[in-house]
T-cell receptor
């Protein structure tokens, strides 16, 4: 079964609204979680690294005020796409590192902004 | 700069054929390397994980090899089936970071 749960798997929202995506580690505590996005026919790109209890570290070119990341507990990180626009439509996926240094991925979230 | 390249970008083969997907990476100081498959509209499925100390891993019809010195990994699929049609992603894990290739889009024709 899945060890990392990501929700929602699909979301369609209107332009200008905010969308929250949750990433939960089910069987372990994850001090570090990663958020990626993927545009069609392109590779997954790291957006930010999320550490429990501290501010996320964003990759160059990723707007931290646009993509709000909260990692309030050892099992939950959230990504909020604020004031979403059609160009934010993408596949967003999280990953978590277990204590054994194995990386597990969520199922991913398809965001469509209309 | 840590770059991961996958060749070919797309591959179409008849059912039953054996095939090889290639992944190359520029920084050989890797922690491990993973192969994933991604079906259209769905998330990633982990196929094989090779630790930096390992040379290969096998699971069913899949075999992945790792040559750190040359910065290469291959995914070998034996006796391909239409159900193998998907995009295959190579991900190279460095210390607390992971870099992905752009993927190889595989189509296995019945």
């Amino acid at each position: 079964g899945a060890v990392v749960s990501q929700h929602p798997s699909r979301v369609i929202c209107k332009s200008g609204t905010s969308v929250k995506i949750e990433c939960r580690s089910l069987d372990f505590q994850a001090t570090t979680m990663f958020w990626y996005r993927q545009f069609p026919k392109q590779s997954l790109m790291l957006m930010a690294t999320s550490n429990e209890g501290s501010k996320a570290t964003y990759e160059q070119g990723v707007e931290k005020d646009k993509f709000l990341i909260n990692h309030a507990s050892l099992t939950l990180s959230t990504l909020t796409v604020t004031s979403a626009h059609p160009e934010d439509s993408s596949f967003y996926i999280c990953s978590c590192i277990s204590s054994g240094n194995t990386i597990y991925f969520g199922e991913g979230s398809w965001l469509t902004v209309v | 700069k840590q770059e991961v390249t996958q060749i070919p970008a797309a591959l179409s083969v008849p059912e039953g054929e054996n095939l090889v997907l290639n992944c190359s990476f520029t920084d050989s100081a890797i922690y491990n390397l993973q192969w994933f498959r991604q079906d259209p509209g769905k998330g990633l499925t982990s196929l094989l994980l090779i630790q930096s100390s390992q040379r290969e891993q096998t699971s069913g019809r899949l075999n992945a090899s790792l040559d750190k010195s040359s910065g290469r990994s291959t995914l070998y699929i034996a006796a391909s089936q239409p159900g193998d049609s998907a995009t295959y992603l190579c991900a190279v894990c460095y210390n607390n970071d992971m870099r992905f290739g752009a993927g190889t889009r595989l189509t296995v024709k019945p």
